[in-house]
């Protein structure tokens, strides 16, 4: 894409993933089907109408597996089981079926790197000795000893840090009392890490992809792919990695230019520090040998009719090595955490655009473009913020607060543009409503484990996961529907915004953020956008601010900038990311700039 006359094209694909709008839910906080405050998968099929209205494709669902909810349901103690939280296997299987009848694909996610410690395996570990056939199941290692040739093993076996703060190995008390083996967990405490060196794990994960297969899904969001093998021999590591929700304080201090993503390099005396999800290349991300798991479950997808899919959570760079996991053989998609990350920023936009469709297609596979999910700020949020490149861990009543009306103009401008990109879209429930982040959510009702294991340091990801308002006048927004009964509170309180942002105040009005993704689906679905090429266009101007781009006919003009962008001559506006005369809707103004349109020749 580097002359405007010199299109990059991807392979033409029929398989539905290709160029699919994927709109993920996560259970907890999307509708509540019994009026207990919590979502459900009744909640979830109850709002089948509004996602087929809205104009999606597909919905995937976040886990809503038996567990504790240690960590929002992505601790799993049954893979096979739906917590009773969210209804029983016959609630999914009714949702499922309805869902198929509509015309909508369901995508559920697989957690394979680590288990709940509630899980009967890891309760079998406990209750059996060193060397047991059950704790070679997960990564089980002797201490190191304090005193050199005491045998305590009072020391972890390495050094490594947990993603959500704290060391990653915790140690057991063996059955007799005593002080025993450690375990790797490099999440939460009660996630302890499954060993993918042992065959009796991979015959297990791929005993549930056929479970969940046979029941009729459509396809596996893969969490933390890139885990799953660590480097033989555990070796120390003195880097600190991270997940996509921000740069960490410690990064700072260790020279992190504002505004660089977190996965930039920097000039820093301890550059192991920077916090990022891959530099410097840690011993348990993106090892080779998960390329072998995705290859043996990508036949097993294979026997299965229908086009069935898998997409990557892989927090992998540069966009080479992430094509990696989307070769032939290997997954259908993975998640284009670059894009997100360029924030809002034309020549960074452009550049990720550039490098990201260029490496998906060195390996003939779509691209994906996201903008937020249940791990970030919502980028409604983050564009609002006096640097909208920044990717914060959470915001908090003490940090900056962002221009929530500047911040919507831009988010729904980024929304036009990604959608108008060949590939596949993936939408976070309730963008669709202009949604920000509840940056002033109380410590109390926090439940994230980051916020708890940094000791408040990371406000974590409580703010974006907020329960969707449906109806404004209702209690909880309407939220939950009461069966029998008065309904429960929402599980985490709502902010005062989300009132007059509520779907039933959307509905119908023109400029509305609601309107304008029907609208942006709609059209992208008739134009075939998903499926089309790109190009940029003689007005492209990245370095002023301006991204242009051609998509068959359509000329997409996005202004980034702080100046006017005229619409070229010959082309008329078809859609526009700008509310025009419904600006006062929920507390909007009128921003000259900062928009994007859609415009086809006269």
């Not at 304080?249 to 301890?270: C, K």
């Not at 995705?294 to 069935?308: E, T």
């Not at 994230?448 to 703010?463: S, V």
């Not at 506006?573 to 000259?592: T, Y």
Request: glycine fraction near 10%; hydrophobic fraction near 40%.
């Amino acid at each position: 894409m580097s002359k405007p006359d010199v299109p990059v094209d991807r392979p033409a694909r029929q398989e539905w993933w290709a160029d699919a709008v994927v709109y993920q839910i996560y259970p907890r906080s999307f509708a509540d089907g019994n009026g207990d405050g919590m979502g459900d998968l009744r909640g979830v099929r109850d709002r089948l109408p509004y996602l087929q209205q809205l104009g999606v494709d597909a919905l995937w669902l976040s886990p809503f597996y038996k567990s504790p909810q240690a960590d929002g349901g992505y601790d799993v103690a049954d893979y096979r089981q739906v917590d009773p939280l969210f209804g029983s296997l016959e609630t999914f299987d009714a949702m499922l079926q309805e869902a198929h009848q509509r015309g909508l694909k369901v995508i559920v996610d697989l957690v394979p790197n680590h288990t709940s410690d509630e899980h009967v395996w890891f309760q079998e570990a406990l209750a059996s000795p060193p060397g047991s056939p059950e704790r070679a199941r997960y990564m089980f290692r002797a201490g190191k000893d304090e005193v050199p040739g005491s045998g305590d093993g009072n020391l972890a076996p390495n050094n490594w840090k947990s993603i959500f703060g704290g060391p990653a190995w915790s140690r057991i008390i063996e059955a007799d009392g005593s002080p025993g083996e450690w375990y790797l967990h490099l999440f939460d405490t009660k996630q302890p890490d499954l060993n993918w060196e042992n065959a009796e794990v991979h015959e297990e994960m791929r005993s549930v992809l056929r479970f969940w297969l046979n029941r009729g899904v459509d396809g596996f969001r893969v969490d933390v792919a890139h885990g799953l093998i660590k480097e033989p021999g555990l070796p120390d590591w003195e880097g600190v990695a991270a997940m996509v929700e921000g740069t960490a304080e410690v990064s700072r201090e260790a020279g992190h230019r504002p505004g660089d993503a977190p996965g930039a390099h920097t000039d820093a005396e301890e550059p192991h520090r920077a916090v990022s999800p891959v530099y410097p290349p840690s011993p348990f991300f993106d090892q080779d040998g998960v390329h072998d798991v995705y290859r043996d479950w990508h036949s097993v997808l294979a026997g299965y009719d229908g086009d069935r899919m898998m997409v990557a959570e892989a927090w992998v760079e540069p966009a080479e090595r992430l094509a990696r996991y989307t070769r032939p053989d290997e997954m259908q998609q993975a998640f284009n955490f670059d894009f997100l990350l360029a924030g809002w920023d034309a020549e960074r936009m452009a550049a990720s655009i550039e490098a990201s469709l260029a490496a998906a297609s060195s390996v003939g596979a779509p691209c994906t473009w996201v903008l937020s999910n249940h791990d970030t700020v919502r980028h409604t949020t983050r564009f609002g913020l006096k640097d909208p490149t920044t990717f914060p861990k959470g915001l908090g009543a003490d940090d900056e607060q962002p221009d929530a009306a500047l911040g919507l103009a831009r988010a729904r401008a980024a929304t036009l543009i990604s959608l108008a990109l060949p590939g596949s879209a993936y939408l976070y429930q309730g963008e669709e409503l202009g949604l920000p982040e509840h940056t002033t959510l109380p410590a109390d009702a926090r439940q994230d484990p980051t916020f708890f294991r940094t000791g408040g340091a990371e406000i974590g990801r409580d703010g974006c996961r907020v329960p969707l308002p449906w109806a404004a006048d209702l209690p909880g927004h309407g939220f939950s529907i009461a069966r029998d009964g008065e309904a429960s509170q929402p599980w985490l309180p709502q902010p005062d915004s989300f009132g007059a942002l509520a779907a039933d105040q959307q509905e119908g009005v023109p400029g509305s953020t609601l309107e304008l993704y029907r609208a942006a689906l709609a059209f992208r679905a008739a134009r075939r956008l998903g499926a089309g090429s790109v190009g940029w266009a003689e007005v492209h101007a990245p370095d002023s601010g301006v991204l242009a781009f051609q998509n068959g006919d359509i000329l997409v003009l996005g202004n980034l900038g702080f100046a006017s962008a005229p619409v070229p001559e010959g082309y008329s506006v078809v859609l526009s990311s700008d509310p025009g005369p419904a600006a006062e809707w929920a507390g909007m103004r009128e921003v000259p700039v900062d928009c994007t349109v859609y415009l086809a020749k006269d």
